[in-house]
């Protein structure tokens, strides 16, 4: 019988740390000390299954005394259900040749408890291991990685480390050409690599697919790069190896922050990550003047639904002048963002929507304010002039949009000859169509449009062809300078006469010298929109121009 103190004493040895080789030499050592034990071998055997990564069988020696007798070998086996087994072998000394049967049982006994506490932390670790690990690669998955990292910072310095976000420029290809199981393999020999690249004290981690993020040692940063963007792999078809080169897209941070935000370590790389993608760049390293940059976008994409709810969004109104008499004859409605100190300007937020797909909503939203206001001024007994309104080409997906834009009119009760839907012109075939369909859907419900920007892309000619439209809007780049040639003369005199003969209206935008406006008249083209008159205005501001009757012009 096992006396309780060497059971406790045992058992309070491995408990704290099962799985570390020490503790469980020390306390095969003391029952060695116990019983005449001359040799103590311990199997692990994993069902690896659970982990691709982790060794199938283990083997240690705990105990060796050096004399051992092979005659009477005592074997204890514990099986962790589908998790594995532990296997001991357990040798009596060259003296005692064979153990007692009651010695046999006591070993037994000692044994299990033993074979119970490291089967047990097996057992732990490796579900730990499947809810921290990629389940292919067996690297850190997020979670892990962020475990691992969260680990080294309060372990050591983080700030040497620089934080990265990568992935395989090339795999998609081999993919493809390997086949999928093929390309399971490709990304676990990369994933092999790349362990065995780095050092005990960096981490790498696998987010899925051919997405990676690593911490890595900042003296070691370019030796990394250089050995991601150099990466030869290789695929098996049809028995046949072939090597590929693999580059990658890098997103890099440098770890100066505090660590107290861990999400930190992986998105800030990620924002690096996903500007160098954009932007078509190997390797973009996060910087003070591009974290701003990304902040902004970041700020606006978060905050953009509560300014609109909140009414930060509003339009400003720039006068449309025809210049031999000065008078107001339309406006634009440009959408500004404005801030109790500060307004921010479409050229900061449009380009953020016109990406994350929210620019359709504030053009609804800035179109029915300016019916709205079109109402309004009606009421007032005020004649108002027809107002046009931006529509990004992102509606043209929408079936619904000319049903929509109809509808809003309707529901304001604003005449149909006050406003105007102004779309640029798209160079873009794909497009050409849905274009057609939604200015001939206008012209059935009697809404003027106008094509803006017109010139600026390649199609002009095209468009003035296909498209049922009531206005073409000159693009600036036409105007903007300072003395004009007889070429452009031609070039905008077609132009003006063309859409004329077409029975089309014209209007010039950009207008902001005398030169520009002498030119301008000097073909007959006698509708402008320009700072010469005014910028876009602030509500109240373009409500006392048009009480004022417009403009003054100089002979
Ligand atoms: P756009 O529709 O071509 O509007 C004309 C832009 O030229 C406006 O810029 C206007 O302020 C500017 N502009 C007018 N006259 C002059 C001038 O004499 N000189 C110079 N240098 N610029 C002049 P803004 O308001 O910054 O808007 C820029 C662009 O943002 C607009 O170009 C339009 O494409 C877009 N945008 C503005 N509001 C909206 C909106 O509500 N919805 C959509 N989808 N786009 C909008
Ligand atoms: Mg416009
Ligand atoms: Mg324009």
Redesign the pocket.
């Given at each position: 019988m096992v006396e309780n103190e060497i059971f406790f004493e045992i058992s309070s040895m491995i408990k704290e740390h099962p799985g570390s080789y020490e503790v469980k030499k020390r306390a095969a050592g003391y029952v060695a000390g116990l019983y005449p034990v001359g040799r103590i071998e311990e199997t692990i055997l994993t069902n690896t299954t659970m982990l691709p990564f982790n060794k199938e069988r283990e083997d240690f020696v705990l105990f060796d005394s050096g004399y051992h007798s092979e005659e009477d070998v005592l074997v204890i086996e514990m099986q962790f259900k589908d998790c594995g087994k532990i296997i001991s072998h357990v040798y009596p000394t060259m003296a005692a040749k064979k153990f007692t049967e009651e010695q046999k049982n006591d070993l037994r006994v000692l044994g299990a408890l033993f074979q119970f506490y490291v089967g047990h932390n097996k057992i732990m670790t490796s579900l730990e291991m499947a809810t921290t690990n990629n389940h292919m690669t067996g690297l850190p998955n997020p979670k892990g990685y962020i475990i691992r990292c969260m680990e080294m910072a309060k372990k050591g310095d983080i700030k040497q480390y620089d934080s990265c976000y990568f992935n395989i420029k090339g795999f998609g290809l081999a993919n493809n050409m390997f086949g999928p199981v093929e390309g399971d393999n490709i990304i676990k020999r990369y994933a092999k690599d790349l362990s065995e690249f780095i050092e005990e004290d960096e981490v790498v981690g696998h987010l899925g697919g051919d997405n990676f993020v690593a911490l890595i040692k900042r003296s070691r940063m370019d030796d990394f790069i250089d050995f991601i963007l150099n990466y030869t792999g290789y695929g098996l078809k049809n028995e046949k190896r072939k090597e590929i080169k693999f580059g990658a897209s890098i997103g890099i941070a440098p770890l100066n922050i505090e660590t107290s935000r861990p999400m930190d370590i992986i998105s800030e790389a990620a924002l690096a990550f996903g500007y160098a993608r954009a932007t078509k760049q190997e390797i973009v390293v996060l910087d003070e003047n591009l974290t701003g940059k990304l902040y902004k976008k970041k700020v606006i994409e978060e905050t953009f639904e509560t300014a609109l709810e909140d009414g930060e969004f509003v339009p400003f109104y720039?006068p449309k002048v025809d210049i031999r008499t000065g008078s107001i004859v339309g406006a634009?409605?440009?959408?500004r963002w404005v801030k109790p100190d500060y307004v921010i300007?479409?050229?900061e937020f449009?380009p953020v929507l016109e990406e994350n797909g929210n620019?359709t909503i504030?053009?609804f939203y800035?179109f029915e304010e300016v019916c709205k206001d079109i109402a309004k001024w009606v009421k007032q007994g005020n004649k108002p002039v027809p107002v046009s309104?931006?529509?990004?080409r992102k509606h043209l997906d929408d079936d619904n949009l000319a049903d929509r834009i109809n509808q809003i009119i309707s529901r304001y009760d604003v005449a149909r000859d006050k406003v105007v839907v102004?779309i640029?012109e798209t160079a873009d075939y794909d497009e050409k169509e849905l274009m057609t369909n939604f200015l001939d859907k206008m012209q059935i419900y009697d809404i003027k449009t106008s094509i803006?920007?017109f010139g600026s892309g390649y199609s002009s000619l095209g468009v003035l062809r296909d498209f049922s439209v009531n206005e073409i809007k000159i693009d600036?780049s036409f105007v903007d300078r300072e003395e004009f040639s007889n070429r452009d003369r031609v070039i905008v005199g077609s132009i003006v006469n063309m859409a004329k003969d077409l029975g089309l209206s014209v209007i010039t935008?950009?207008?902001?010298t005398d030169v520009q406006l002498d030119f301008l008249r000097s073909l007959d083209c006698y509708f402008v929109?320009?700072?010469?008159f005014d910028?876009?205005l602030p509500k109240k501001k373009f409500e006392e121009r048009l009480l004022n009757g417009g403009y003054k012009i100089k002979n």
């Open positions: 720039q634009e409605a440009l959408a300007k479409p050229a449009i620019i504030l053009d800035i309104v931006n529509f990004s102004e640029t803006d920007d600036r935008e950009g207008i902001e929109q320009g700072f010469y910028k876009p």
